[in-house]
């Protein structure tokens, strides 16, 4: 860990202005003035939105460049897209893909209502089938209670639907029982409605049952809250110089073959479908980690023993690709950071999200730029190659750290392009120096 030794208990850390806990960083691992600059300049964005506390210890924000994602036409109105990414190449994959579908009208998308699960489990039941059925008799009273706990969301249409009890008998300890508050969240994610109802459920299903509520928990997995979003994509606008449209179909229905067939290229499949998602969640103020867990279960539970792709590709009547995706997705426009995040306000502005309903359109949205991004990966993949773009956004990187700007960094792009050249350090920084004498 280096020669600097220090001591990582830094009691009172957390009473620490953000201020001090800079200086505090500086001093403990040797920042240069240069550095603790960034990080009082990086934290300036939170003063102005009057939110220094987001997270414990804070000490600056680390910044992701906000872009926009263009040509989306969704459910026949158009729509521009914000997204935080720190990897090139996403937006404008996302951007390029959606106007292909332009041709062919766009996106259409559709979802189910925003029902979440909450899951109570119950444990030390000697009976628990029995348990299961006596719980189901009572209902109504565990849908009364839970609603009571929050009136606001059932003033709105929302609230505790229903409930689904299941027995777990071959765990690893022992047998127990589960009883599932199916919530509808209305344009919240839901996470503090739904554990709400359940620590308010929990005492009555113990009294029933005679056993202790262990685990109050949302589940992540959305399986009830599913969004689903498809499109056409037109043979004959695929065609490059060196492929005709039809080809370049072909080639992204065996990609798709490969990913259905093997775990392995489905993982990095579905990282691509991410890309988007996660791109759009951040620039929302979503929970991307809790999407990303519910999506990758999804993947592997909806086709029975395996990992399978999010989307699926097929080649209509007229030869035309035909793309489609199904994912759970809970987000929201209400509670959380997402309502006070000022990025997560301007970019429900930009996509003109409102209350109610916003929080649907929002997950369609979202879907819609995960099928775009799967399309344009695979489009590559099966054409020029995925590669060399990414290289070329690599040679801009590395000028960019070496000081090209502006004009001077094209130039060094081009010059590496004209050349021939590989993408090496050395080779960027020999054109970079010729360049700049």
């Known amino acids: 860990m280096g020669d600097h030794k220090f001591n990582s208990r830094l009691t009172g850390f957390f009473r620490m202005s953000m201020s001090d806990r800079q200086k505090k960083i500086k001093e403990l691992c040797q920042l240069s003035q240069e550095d603790l600059d960034y990080l009082i300049e990086s934290s300036t964005t939170l003063d102005k939105a009057g939110q220094g506390f987001y997270i414990e210890n804070t000490i600056g924000v680390q910044q992701i460049p906000l872009g926009i994602a263009t040509n989306f036409t969704i459910n026949g109105e158009d729509v521009l897209v914000p997204m935080s990414v720190e990897e090139a190449s996403v937006v404008a994959a996302a951007s390029n893909s959606a106007k292909v579908t332009r041709v062919a009208g766009g996106f259409t998308t559709s979802s189910t209502p925003p029902i979440m699960i909450g899951q109570i489990q119950i444990i030390n039941v000697p009976n628990p089938f029995f348990v299961r059925e006596l719980f189901l008799e009572y209902e109504e009273e565990i849908i009364k209670i839970a609603n009571e706990q929050d009136p606001i969301l059932v003033k709105f249409g929302g609230g505790c639907r229903g409930i689904n009890v299941k027995v777990l008998m071959d765990t690893i300890t022992e047998p127990m029982v589960v009883l599932e508050l199916l919530v509808d969240v209305r344009d919240a994610m839901g996470a503090n409605a739904v554990n709400t109802m359940n620590e308010a459920v929990a005492p009555l299903l113990e009294k029933l049952s005679g056993g202790r509520a262990l685990l109050r928990i949302i589940s992540n997995l959305a399986v009830r809250r599913l969004v689903r979003a498809k499109a056409i994509f037109k043979a004959d606008e695929l065609k490059t110089e060196k492929l005709s449209g039809t080809e370049v179909v072909n080639g992204i229905l065996n990609a798709y073959a490969f990913a259905e067939a093997d775990p392995y290229r489905a993982s990095t499949h579905n990282k691509g479908i991410m890309n988007g998602i996660d791109a759009v969640a951040l620039a929302t103020a979503q929970d991307w980690r809790a999407i990303e867990?519910?999506?990758?279960?999804?993947?592997?539970?909806?086709?029975?023993?395996?990992?399978?792709?999010?989307?699926?590709?097929?080649?209509?009547?007229?030869?035309?690709?035909?793309?489609?995706?199904?994912?759970?997705?809970?987000?929201?426009?209400?509670?959380?950071?997402?309502?006070?995040?000022?990025?997560?306000?301007?970019?429900?502005?930009?996509?003109?999200?409102?209350?109610?309903?916003?929080?649907?359109?929002?997950?369609?949205?979202?879907?819609?730029?995960?099928?775009?991004?799967?399309?344009?990966?695979?489009?590559?993949?099966?054409?020029?190659?995925?590669?060399?773009?990414?290289?070329?956004?690599?040679?801009?990187?590395?000028?960019?750290?070496?000081?090209?700007?502006?004009?001077?960094?094209?130039?060094?792009?081009?010059?590496?392009?004209?050349r021939d050249l590989k993408v090496t350090y050395d080779n960027v920084k020999s054109i970079y120096e010729e360049l700049t004498k």
């Open 293 to 418: 867990a519910g999506v990758h279960t999804y993947a592997a539970i909806k086709e029975p023993g395996k990992y399978a792709s999010l989307t699926t590709w097929e080649k209509n009547a007229v030869g035309d690709l035909v793309g489609t995706i199904e994912i759970p997705l809970a987000v929201g426009l209400v509670g959380g950071v997402a309502k006070i995040h000022p990025i997560a306000q301007i970019a429900f502005k930009i996509m003109k999200l409102t209350i109610p309903g916003g929080a649907l359109k929002l997950a369609e949205i979202m879907a819609c730029v995960g099928l775009a991004q799967n399309f344009g990966a695979l489009r590559a993949l099966a054409s020029v190659g995925i590669q060399a773009g990414h290289m070329k956004l690599h040679a801009r990187n590395l000028a960019a750290s070496m000081g090209a700007k502006g004009e001077i960094l094209d130039k060094v792009i081009d010059t590496l392009t004209d």
